[in-house]
T-cell receptor, first 111, second 110 residues
């Protein structure tokens, strides 16, 4: 079955540590996105990529980095520069002009 | 003023009621309008997708877009307890990422 897979489901980060969230899709979608969801804040765009080897910053890119070396994969790294990383992270993919398909999310907690 | 405004609720209705969910927006360049449903601790799933002003119906769900008023609505008829979720409106210009509302939490009481 086609879909979008995020891993891990839960992730714990120590202070000063970088962590990487995985996002893989087999839908043959060109575009991929990372959103952050906080209680009462809705979804806020971190980064997006419309084509392999190219990506753009979203509204809250500071403290995050991404890569898009393959069409199927769009990993997100939460760096130590992100001062408040505890949140629910959602990855999505789409064809141009279509709605998004979301993964099931990764819940990141700072310990 | 935020680009997309959505009342966060919570909204509580009895089973069988008609539910009305709404969003307003400020960017007149928005032309794609969507509604997503999100269950707790899950990713959002696409419910409705409209491109132009007017109504679109799919089963118990009707999406309405009024571009002149910059106002979109989602109606749920014969609401069920399984409809209890957070409903997110989202919209975009051509070939730009979706901008989401904050979501409205809905509870349908049996």
């Amino acid at each position: 079955d086609g879909g979008i897979t995020q891993s891990p489901k839960y992730l714990f980060r120590k202070e000063g540590q970088n962590v990487t969230l995985s996002c893989e899709q087999n839908l043959n979608h060109d575009a991929m996105y990372w959103y952050r969801q906080d209680p009462g804040q809705g979804l806020r765009l971190i980064y997006y990529s419309q084509i392999v080897n190219d990506f753009q910053k979203g509204d809250i890119a500071e403290g995050y980095s991404v890569s898009r070396e393959k069409k199927e994969s769009f990993p997100l790294t939460v760096t130590s520069a992100q001062k408040n990383p505890t949140a629910f992270y959602l990855c999505a993919s789409s064809k141009k002009g279509d709605g998004y398909t979301f993964g099931s999310g990764t819940r990141l907690t700072v310990v | 003023q935020k680009e997309v405004e959505q009342d966060p609720g919570p909204l509580s209705v009895p089973e069988g009621a008609i539910v009305s969910l709404n969003c307003t927006y400020s960017n007149s360049a928005f032309q794609y309008f969507m509604w997503y449903r999100q269950y707790s601790r899950k990713g959002p799933e696409l419910l409705m997708y409209t491109y132009s002003s007017g109504n679109k119906e799919d089963g118990r769900f009707t999406a309405q877009v009024d571009k002149s008023s910059k106002y979109i609505s989602l109606f749920i008829r014969d609401s069920q307890p399984s409809d209890s979720a957070t409903y997110l409106c989202a919209m975009s210009e051509w070939n730009t990422p979706l901008v989401f509302g904050k979501g409205t939490r809905l509870s349908v009481i049996a």
